[in-house]
């Protein structure tokens, strides 16, 4: 189990509730692509989306 610094995630997003539903629905894009591509992932899709939270790659905009 990877262990992530909540601040490393709220530096990158203003609430931490907005950055558990952007990371859920992250993580189901990557299992949706992972299944069409047949292709077995080494970690679990939450995993893949909590790093890229964590590490600034994923963005959000509010939607108004």
């Known amino acids: ?3 992530v610094r909540l601040d490393d995630i709220v530096r990158n997003v203003d609430s931490m509730y907005k950055s558990v ?3 859920a629905q992250r993580a189901i ?3 949706e692509e992972a299944a069409r591509q ?3 992932l080494p970690e ?3 995993t893949y989306a909590i790093r ?3 590490s600034g ?3 959000y905009r509010p939607v108004k």
Do not use: C, H, Q, V
């Open 29 to 31: 894009e990557i299992a």
């Open 44 to 46: 679990k899709p939450t």
């Open 21 to 23: 539903l952007i990371g």
């Open 57 to 59: 790659k994923l963005k």
């Open 1 to 3: 189990m990877s262990y």
């Open 52 to 54: 890229e939270l964590e």
């Open 38 to 40: 047949a292709k077995t």
